[in-house]
């Protein structure tokens, strides 16, 4: 029995869709990294075409079936960066329906990576959020615009609360007749309390198909922005230097974006100028239920330009 | 003592900040509506100005106070729909911050609805999710674009399969000595099987100030652009009804999305030509464990064109 | 026509079920408090009762009816605390299934309590998360036990990374020429830093029918247990007494469940012997991607021996 | 310097803690399984030890050293289920905390399953999502309880408004002119509209320790419980077939539990007596917005007993 193709009919409101797909979608994704460890991951896909305002579907029966066997190939392919992926699929499904102009295939993940203990040189594992999107579009053959990113966990310590604290320590200590040489000694040692919390730095890097972006460097530099990264396994000598670490480095959730996109001009040099970088920072304030939030979305060259 | 305002200082790295603010801020929100009953939510907010690159922090402590006296006078004034009360914020937000050239607010709710069941007609709640924001700019005097939306859940049903079980009926009814007209009486008056699910619509339209959107219009328009609308309470009848109801009305995800751009442009015709509308639909897909999508982002001018 | 009741048939496969029910019901919830200002909550219940073997559905479509009547009424009638609602729902129940022998109601929503700041005495509003939950059971007449309870965030910081962090500033002291009794008063009157971080308390309480239990006193017992409460705003000599305050009580989440031990004990001496609590808390580490955990269930008899 | 130990002191409160530990430790598992390709998840872990009165703190900064130390030894060895992973980190916790009578570990993750399309026989991959625990206690030497289980996402029909369909063809044939025999056949091949949706079954069977429980055997009763399967990828006589085959198995969420207890009885046989079955059903009513519920909780002894 032929089966009746209802996605193929005209539609009854002609107009145009800009995204039909799917969305939560799970894979198991194995990319292989020629010379190093092949990553793992269960990653999450939202998979989407547009859809011409005469035609009534874009046959999600049968898109399913193209998009799960475009992802199992690019599976098994020797992909070498996660981005990669979303850049193939992207492209496979353009070839595949003609009538879309634009295709577009979203991916998370969790990222297992393995660090040492800062004083005591234990292994443990960390785990980061990390992101990618491709977008094809057909326009002069196929254009394609990628995006990488991740997200991190580290800490944040309130530069103002601190300064506060620097204040009492001051005068307590000017009162048991300490001098003033002596008393900033004393503060620059001695880093004072403030409140602290887990901050999430997230930077996301849209380049044009061809520009590599190493995800490895980003969430470096997201660690780096932050009072101090964290560790899933920390002995108490690794968490005093954390802890006094973090209260040297007392930031703004302002400084940690700001420190992020000094660090991306400053590392990935390689980026073209119409390369969009958008930097977030979320610190889950531990004196407050709601969180402090600071952004900056702009191109590379708008941030070269004013660093 | 004069406390230390290291908000003020010059930052270290001189870069401007798109967004600086507080997220997940949950307040009680009363909104007096005239004649009608008042409206009492609880929201979740999100508040943020831009900053100069020569301004270190936008002052979170302060700002904090800031946004809370606005919000609190907001409340008690008598704000006549929800979208108003984030404009309001908005537009004292640039007020109070001299530096800002731009401040947004973005609130989120669940927003509950009373009904009648279908057939029975007895009372019962519905639960909406609903959304405003409003983003205030300082060009030639202060100028405001706002949005406001809906995601509501109801019931999709699939006219793919549907359209195979009418085969195997016609099949079956054929076999069994029935004519073709009185076959196609019967699968005109009796619905035929189909997977269904919970689907959910959603619409936001972004406008200048001083344009009214009416959100009870728009959950009205996503409702009605799904198989059938969905209740919280369903005596037997009422559940027949509702099942029968939605078999004769088969849609895609497309489908939805398209039905719901058709009644935007019927009903909210005092739209001016720049409005900006997004309509998305997302099937919770009853025989997979991913969701369908399809999502449509448009002026209002652009989709009077089309229809 | 007379609809087929099914559920009244007899099952294929006859075993006792537990619960039968529905879960994730949204409701407008009013309670009114005689001379107090009525509280609104939007409120989210599990309704459940148990089903003999011999039955084939809980009638379902029925039961939501009656459920929804049962709430609606429970909603209008002057209840006075709000795990009064769960309990009269519950009893209402068993009323309507003759064949149930249990009947069971939870309920959760968000709450909101006014406070001044500490310092500054600005009104500002939180939020708490609270439950209740009611089983009414078929012994000897109606049996009734409830359960009402309280996750409130607050702030913790840690005494062993502040030990740490004193006794280097005690060697800097000492390096510096102060003596050992003025390096005392110095750590005695000025906290030193220490990581701190959003801790949740968690209290639940369950007693028979008819035993008073004061969710405010709940609530109040959680913030005092944790280094510090937390405020929406705050001022900066606020935010400065928080951060002073909050490293003066340095507290491991062991410590917050033994405070909330003690003070359960010491106010609640109203709670019969058999009454069941548990206490957690949950700390949201700042220099872990983890969490720490305590928690202890006993009955308040046990928890009077210990203490 | 030799660092303070606080952990080690007389605590201030004196009473027992049930619970210490550290919730949401994220960890990449590897299960080798002898023959069977190994299982690499991402899990989810939350790992307790009691806590006498006399002992202020579990030491959580070592305890998540031992605590890490112990899991990474588990994942190395050559483990051959899923649960006796946490058996072994349970039993492990208890030899290193002399002061702890009892050591719980829990865990979770997703799990996917490959299969192929009903009809057209296409590979896929499924997500399940899959939980263990293990509790320690020290009582005439070391005994442990194991838990281990899975929640599977498939598809349920509503056997009640199909019924109510099954009338209004069978009065619609009637009046067409058919006769009863050939009604009764028409319904008989052709299984009427109902509502559908996705439903969640899940299992958990807690066992003594050396009692083998088959994940594979527990997923795969959950799935043959429900109406029918689901699957990612679906071709269109695949969708027609798993429609058609789940509008032939209407069943309740009670109808689900029952049958998940009935296949629980038949086919593991080798549960000793005192082995808890907890076995629940959650369907997404596709004509609500709530859920409906039910569960049985038992020893596979009394399950025996009624069936």
Redesign the interface.
């Known amino acids: ?1 032929a ?5 193929a009919n005209h ?18 994704v194995e990319v292989s990294r020629g010379e190093k460890r092949p990553i ?1 991951l ?1 990653s999450t896909f ?1 998979i ?1 075409v547009d ?1 011409p ?1 005469n035609i ?3 046959n ?3 898109n ?2 193209a998009i ?1 066997e475009v992802l199992e190939e690019a599976i098994e392919a020797p992909v070498y960066e996660i981005e990669e992926l979303c850049s193939a699929v992207a492209r496979k499904l353009l070839d595949r329906h003609e009538y879309a102009s634009r295709a577009e295939v979203q991916m998370q993940s ?1 990222y ?1 990576i393995k660090r040492k203990t800062p004083v005591t040189d ?1 292994q ?4 980061v959020d990390i992101f990618a999107d491709a977008t094809a579009t057909r326009e002069n053959g196929t254009n394609l615009r990628r995006r990488i990113g991740a997200e991190v ?1 580290g ?1 944040t310590t309130c ?3 601190q ?3 620097r ?3 001051s005068d ?2 000017l009162r ?3 001098s003033g040489d ?1 008393i900033a ?2 503060l620059r ?10 901050g999430r730095g997230k930077i996301s890097i849209e380049v044009s198909d061809g520009v590599d972006v190493s995800l490895d460097e980003i969430i470096d530099i997201i660690e780096e922005s932050m009072s ?1 990264r ?8 690794d ?2 230097s ?3 670490d ?2 040297r480095r007392p930031k ?4 940690c ?3 992020m ?2 660090l991306v001009v400053e590392r990935l040099t390689n980026l073209p100028d119409d390369s969009v970088i958008t930097i977030m920072q ?1 610190n ?15 191109t590379i060259a708008e ?1 070269r330009d ?2």
């Open positions: 029995m089966l009746p193709d209802i996605q539609p009854d409101i002609q107009i145009n869709l800009t995204r039909v797909g799917v969305t939560n979608v799970k894979k198991l793992i269960i939202n989407f859809l305002k009534k579907g874009a999600l029966s049968r399913f079936e799960d969790e297992i234990v443990c594992q960390e785990i966990v800490m530069p103002c609360a300064e506060i604290m204040e009492r320590a307590e200590l048991l007749g300490l002596k000694t004393f040692n001695v880093p004072m309390a403030t409140h602290n919390q887990r101090s964290i560790f899933e396994l920390l002995k108490r000598v968490e005093a954390i802890v006094e973090a209260h703004f959730v302002e400084d974006v700001r420190a996109a000094k979320t889950e304030e531990s004196i407050h239920r709601h969180n402090a939030f600071a952004e900056r979305v702009a941030l004013e660093i």
